[in-house]
């Protein structure tokens, strides 16, 4: 097995740097703090749980309740001892009914995630810690993999240099459940992840009703954070207080990690004040402050506990309610359970294994890309006609992609509809999507039946169907919001792989060149993506795919943008292409670790402008120095492609550095690789950061120095790629990378690779 570290996110560069970064991510969203009970009362539905039982349990627990109020009263209070009262408060609440749920201190440990899946920012010391996998099969994969002969280019062949050999290492550890360690622990080697432990995990049972000693963050339904100062609770005085940052870092990997997940809900614990939370894609709303040392607030503290331990369903606390559980499974079993996934045109699908892709940013999109078969009506599913099976004898899935859209913008199906009859190869194959919608007064959807009866009664009920969105859920708070994001969900039949599952160089540049294609017909056609990224270009999977078809394709149209209406026109007509425009923004888009360098420049810049704003700049008294009109570089606009070009050299070199760890034989091998050579390129977070780094690290390419072999080859150790780089970067530091261009030195290389193969067998 090959592992795959880091293809699911981005790395933070550092523990505190990815705190400021969400704490300004938080200063562009709405922190809406209730002073009203509704979110107890609305949304937790506390006043339902019955008296007699809420004063039964306190009347139980008034001593632990008793005991924090006294520890909160102290005058250094210490949060390690609000462990011991709480967990006798909890283990009687447990006892109300038979619940799966259970409540689980675990401060001092990684929660874990399942084997193949990293999202950034999980670990504190070792990013390969989240794989389950021996050292001893990665080896042996290490030495199937073939070496490519060199290949000739513009810039000198390398080789390793003698002595390189990479360094061994005993550190087999795969333990994602590690303690805790001291910060002295941590003074050689700085951390570079965030370590996650939130203090208390409520966690679904599996189907046994089982509970698990070592929990993953799939398998949490609430998190629950203890401060031992009433003074750290949450407050409108200050939204992005480090309590609020910190939640929410949590709700971004709960969301991220629980399937199929629309919100997070949370509770806080600052001494005597009680309080609960709700993050979406949209913002965070903060209940009221209750204080647990009065009668009022100690009943409202219990009758919360209850509900969400003994009384709400997966889907109260946030699951999809179009989306089941197929088979006797259940969320806490110990691997990931199969979900059942209705669509807008009421056919059904079930997943398959993990995702192949999720959105590690807790705001926005959220996007979760899956494999999945299609179920039939007797609900078995069914395999792809022409589909080849797999080494495990399942034939290819196809892929649904489900994600959350701003209400201001079409869904992403409509781009798909719009180019479909233009039959572009080198793009994704679209199948079918659509904006999700349910019935709230109906049971869960996942009882629907696929659709037979047209009568009138059926149509009525249809009509009763509203749009998931954030302002859905967020009705029963009261708390509404300008923003809103409504899920959107699409499936695709081309089915393929990861840029950084590639086989050989050449398979990988004629699947870059099959998207380059793909995205230049595109263009021709009016639309431009925008969006390039290591999530959105894949490989076809040879098992499955036409030998003659596209060696790759490229998905992901969220933020394509019209640029060119009447070249639209000409394909959809007049009236789709101007649909199609009123519902694009001319702003900035993409992923910051594949922007083209003029991109990340202004982003940066904007965000200095925000920074400095109503504060009092002091005047240079020089003139800063600007280089004659006719050296100038005439600036990309907004709207040109070859920013999209530059982020595909971006995501080449991310693939390879990505290949390149995956082959590391141990865990801290990979860590070190990353630590040296990965998060200084692609773990930057912010704008200027990686801009400053991207724009050295691209002269440093393009100038070829030939000092620079060993470091060349302790980040990519093939020497065949570097002569590619150097061309590509070359072409970006001159502004000169325009489809022709990028065409040209792919079709350079491939040719050079292939007649490098093809050669000795042709002259024997």
């Not at 006294?70 to 005058?75: F, K, Q, V, Y």
């Not at 050999?165 to 910060?183: F, G, H, L, Q, V």
């Not at 919360?304 to 331990?309: E, H, K, M, N």
């Not at 394509?560 to 009123?582: F, M, Q, S, T, W």
């Amino acid at each position: 097995m090959n592992p795959r570290i880091v293809d699911n996110g981005i790395y933070s560069q550092s523990h505190h740097a990815s705190r400021e970064d969400l704490r300004n991510a938080l200063g562009d969203k709405r922190v809406t703090f209730l002073e009203t009970p509704d979110f107890w009362t609305q949304f937790l539905l506390t006043e339902s749980v019955p008296s007699d039982t809420v004063e039964s349990v306190l009347k139980t627990v008034q001593v632990h309740v008793e005991k924090l109020t006294s520890l909160a009263a102290g005058r250094n209070p210490l949060e390690s001892n609000m462990y011991p009262p709480l967990d006798d408060i909890l283990k009687v609440i447990q006892k109300q009914s038979r619940s799966p749920r259970f409540w689980k201190d675990h401060h001092t440990k990684y929660p874990g995630v399942d084997s193949g899946v990293f999202v950034s920012g999980l670990h504190g010391k070792d990013p390969a810690s989240t794989q389950v996998s021996s050292a001893g099969s990665e080896k042996n994969l290490r030495r199937r993999c073939t070496k490519m002969p060199k290949i000739e280019g513009r810039g000198p062949l390398y080789s390793r240099p003698e002595g390189s050999d990479e360094i061994e290492s005993s550190d087999d550890d795969n333990d994602s459940y590690r303690a805790r360690k001291t910060p002295s622990q941590f003074a050689e080697s700085p951390r570079i992840f965030d370590a996650r432990k939130p203090d208390y995990l409520l966690l679904d049972a599996d189907y046994q009703g089982c509970r698990l000693e070592q929990p993953l963050w799939r398998q949490i339904a609430v998190i629950m954070e203890l401060k031992a100062q009433s003074s750290g609770a949450p407050s409108s005085a200050s939204p992005e207080s480090s309590l609020i940052v910190q939640c929410t870092d949590y709700a971004r990997l709960h969301m991220s990690l629980r399937p199929f997940q629309r919100f997070s809900l949370l509770f806080s614990l600052c001494g005597t004040l009680f309080t609960a939370w709700l993050v979406d894609r949209v913002g965070v709303v903060i209940s009221d402050n209750v204080d647990i040392s009065k009668s009022s607030g100690a009943h409202t503290f219990i009758r919360a506990l209850i509900r969400v331990t003994c009384l709400m369903t997966a889907y109260d606390v946030g699951m999809d309610p179009t989306v089941s559980i197929y088979g006797n499974s259940a969320l806490g079993d110990f691997n990931v359970p199969r979900f059942v996934v209705t669509m807008p045109s009421k056919r059904i699908y079930i997943t398959r294994g993990i995702p192949i892709w999720q959105s590690s940013s807790v705001f926005g999109r959220g996007t979760v890309v899956w494999n999945v078969d299609e179920m039939s009506a007797t609900s078995k599913p069914i395999e792809p006609e022409g589909s080849e099976k797999s080494e495990t004898g399942a034939k290819s899935a196809l892929i649904l992609k489900n994600a959350y859209r701003n209400k201001e913008r079409i869904g992403e199906s409509e781009f798909y509809d719009a180019i479909q009859n233009a039959k572009i190869d080198g793009l994704a194959v679209f199948r079918e999507g659509g904006d999700i919608s349910w019935s709230p007064d109906s049971e869960q959807v996942q009882e629907y039946q696929q659709e037979t009866d047209k009568d009138e009664a059926e149509s009525s009920k249809r009509a009763k169907f509203v749009a998931i969105s954030a302002s859905l859920h967020r009705m029963k708070l009261n708390a509404t919001t300008t923003e809103d994001s409504i899920a959107h969900r699409l499936v695709l039949e081309s089915k393929g792989k990861r840029l950084s599952e590639y086989e050989d160089l050449c398979g990988l540049l004629k699947g870059i060149l099959s998207c380059v294609k793909g995205h230049g017909a595109l263009y021709e056609h009016g639309i431009l993506h925008r969006d390039i990224s290591i999530g959105n270009v894949f490989l076809s999977d040879s098992s499955t795919s036409d030998s003659n078809g596209p060696a790759g394709f490229l998905a992901d149209f969220d933020m394509a943008k019209v640029h060119d209406e009447i070249k639209l026109a000409r394909l959809i007509g007049e009236k789709g292409a101007n649909h199609l425009v009123k519902s694009t923004t001319g702003s900035i888009t993409g992923t910051a670790q594949f922007m083209s360098l003029s991109l990340l420049l202004e982003h940066s810049r904007t965000q200095d402008r925000k920074r400095i704003k109503g504060t009092v700049v002091s005047r240079p008294l020089i003139v800063s120095y600007r280089k004659p009109p006719q050296e100038q570089r005439r600036p990309l606009l907004i709207s040109d492609p070859r920013h999209d070009l530059q982020s595909f050299v971006w995501v080449f070199f991310y693939a390879l550095c990505v290949k390149e760890m995956n082959l590391k034989a141990t865990p801290s091998e990979r860590e070190r690789y990353c630590r040296e050579y990965f998060v200084k390129i692609f773990g930057a977070v912010s704008f200027k950061e990686t801009y400053d780094h991207h724009h050295r690290i691209c002269g440093r390419i393009a100038d070829c120095d030939e000092s620079d072999q060993a470091w060349r080859l302790s980040y990519i150790s093939d020497a065949n790629a570097w002569p590619i780089l150097e061309e590509l970067m070359r072409a970006i530091r001159e502004d000169t990378l325009d489809y022709k261009e990028f065409e040209d030195i792919l079709l350079h290389y491939i040719h050079q690779l292939t007649k490098a193969v093809s050669g000795p067998a042709e002259a024997n």
